[in-house]
C-alpha cells in the first residue's frame, strides 16, 4: 500500500514542485497551507499537472486540533514540513511572528506527530544556517551562525530536532538544507510566485526580463570573487523535490537519518546570473550596481558529496534549464486559464 505523506506549505514554491516528485514516485500525499504565501490555484494546476484530485486541507501549521484530526483521518507515515515564512527582511522587522511560525509551528506539529506516532519528518533548512562561512565550498559540518530572525529559527528548527531524536530514537529525522532555489516545472503550471516585488534574484532578473521591472540592482562589485559580485549555488527546484523523494526514501525504508545539504556544488555570480537569463529570454535585462545588501554573504556554495553519499542525491539540471524554465513559467499560458499569480485576489 502507498506510504501516506503529509506535506505543509505544499502550495508554495518548492512544496508544489516536491508535491509532484511525491506523485510521480507514488506516495499518497496530503497538502496543508494557510495560503499565507502561496496562490490558491495552484491546487488546480497541480491536479492538472498530476491527473488526480489533490488531497488538501487549508489550515494553520500552529492549529492543534485541525493537525490532530487530519493525522487521525490520514495516518500518515511521514511529513515533508515546508511551510514556514522566509523573508529575511520581514524577519528583522517581525521576528516574533517568525519565531511563532518556524519555531512554535514546528513544535506544534511535533507533537500532534507524537500522539499520533508518526515520528518521521523531512525539514525544510537553508544555507543561510551557516551564516559566513570561513569554508567555500561549504561543508555541512560548518558552525552555526545566525545573521538574522529567521536563518535563528532554521538553526533552532534544526536543534530541536536533534535534541528530540537524541532523546526518544523513534524519531527518524531529514535535515535537508537547500542553497538557492532557481527554475520552475517545464510544465510552466508551477513555479515560484512572489505576492510582492520580489527579494530574491532570479524571480526579481525574471521581471526585468518581462519588462515588469525596469532595471535589476546588482547589489555590490566589489566582493572577493572573479567578477565582483555575489556568488551562490543555484539548483533546480525540481532537483530538490528528488532530494526530497531520496529523503523520504532513506527514513521510511531503511530508516536512516541524516542532515545534507543540497546544492549542486558550484557557484555563479550574479553578472553570470544575468547572462545566463538574457540567453534564456532573448530578452535585455538592464542593470545598475548599487551598494552592498546589508546582511549579505559574499560566496554560498554547497560542499555537495555527502548527499551523493548517504541519499545518492545529484543535481542534474543546468543554470541554463533554470533560466530557461523559469521564463516559460513566467511567459506561460497558467494564467489564461487559471487564476494567475498576478490576477488572483
Ligand atoms: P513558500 O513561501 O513558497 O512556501 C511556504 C508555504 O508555507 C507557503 O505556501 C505558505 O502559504 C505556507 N505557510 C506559511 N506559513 C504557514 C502556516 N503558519 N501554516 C500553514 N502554511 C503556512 O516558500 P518556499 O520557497 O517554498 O520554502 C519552503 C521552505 O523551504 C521554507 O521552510 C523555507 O524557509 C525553506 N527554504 C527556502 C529557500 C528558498 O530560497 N526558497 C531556501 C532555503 C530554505
Ligand atoms: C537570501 C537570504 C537567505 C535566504 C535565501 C533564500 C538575504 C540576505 N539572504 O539569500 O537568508 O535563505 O534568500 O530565500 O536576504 N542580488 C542582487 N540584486 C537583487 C537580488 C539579489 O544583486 O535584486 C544578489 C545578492 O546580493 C546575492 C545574489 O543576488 O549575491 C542572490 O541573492 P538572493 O536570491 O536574495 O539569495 P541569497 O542572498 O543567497
Redesign the pocket.
Same mark, same amino acid.
Given at each position: 500500500m502507498a506510504e501516506k505523506i503529509l506535506l505543509t506549505g505544499g502550495a508554495g514554491y518548492i512544496g508544489s514542485h516536491t508535491y509532484v516528485a511525491l506523485i510521480e514516485a507514488g506516495y499518497e500525499v496530503t497538502i496543508l497551507d494557510n495560503f499565507q504565501n502561496a496562490n490558491r490555484s495552484v491546487v488546480h494546476r497541480l491536479e492538472r499537472l498530476t491527473g488526480k484530485p489533490v488531497s488538501f486541507a487549508e489550515a494553520d501549521i500552529r492549529d492543534a486540533t485541525t493537525l490532530a484530526s487530519l493525522f487521525s483521518e490520514h495516518q500518515f507515515d511521514a511529513v515533508v514540513h515546508f511551510a514556514a515564512l522566509?523573508a529575511?527582511?520581514e524577519s528583522v522587522e517581525r521576528p516574533l511572528d517568525y519565531f511563532d511560525v518556524n519555531i512554535s509551528g514546528l513544535i506544534n506539529l511535533l507533537r500532534v506527530m507524537d500522539a499520533a506516532g508518526c515520528r518521521t519528518i523531512v525539514f525544510s533548512s537553508?544555507? +543561510?544556517v551557516y551564516g559566513v562561512p570561513d569554508e567555500t565550498p561549504t561543508p555541512e559540518t560548518a558552525e552555526f551562525r545566525a545573521m538574522n530572525p #529567521?536563518?535563528q529559527t532554521k538553526i533552532s528548527g534544526e536543534q530541536i530536532l536533534n535534541q528530540l531524536t537524541a532523546a526518544d530514537e523513534r524519531w527518524n529525522v531529514g535535515i535537508l538544507r537547500y542553497f538557492?532555489p532557481a527554475g520552475a516545472h517545464a510544465s510552466a503550471l508551477i513555479g515560484e510566485d512572489p505576492r510582492d516585488i520580489p527579494?530574491?534574484?532570479?524571480p526579481?532578473i525574471a521581471k526585468v526580463a518581462a519588462g515588469e521591472l525596469s532595471e535589476?540592482?546588482?547589489?555590490?562589485d566589489d566582493y572577493d570573487t572573479p567578477d565582483g +559580485?555575489?556568488v551562490?549555488d543555484y539548483i533546480h527546484v525540481d532537483d530538490l523535490a528528488k532530494g526530497h523523494v531520496l529523503s523520504l526514501a532513506a527514513l521510511l525504508g531503511e530508516g536512516q537519518g541524516h542532515l545534507v545539504n543540497l546544492g549542486t556544488g558550484e557557484g555563479h555570480s550574479?553578472l553570470e546570473m544575468v547572462a545566463a537569463y538574457k540567453r534564456a529570454s532573448n530578452r535585455d535585462v538592464p542593470y545598475r550596481i548599487t551598494e552592498r545588501?546589508a546582511?549579505?554573504?559574499p560566496v #554560498?556554495v554547497a560542499r555537495a558529496d555527502k548527499a551523493e553519499e548517504i541519499l545518492g542525491f545529484q543535481a542534474e539540471h543546468s543554470l541554463d534549464e533554470m533560466c530557461a524554465s523559469s521564463w516559460h513559467w513566467i511567459t506561460g499560458e497558467h494564467s489564461s486559464e487559471d487564476p494567475g499569480p498576478e490576477n488572483e485576489e
Open positions: 522566509k529575511v527582511s537553508s544555507a +543561510t #529567521y536563518g538557492n527579494n530574491n534574484l532570479m526579481y535589476l540592482q546588482v547589489f555590490g +559580485t555575489g551562490r550574479v545588501r546582511g549579505d554573504v #554560498y
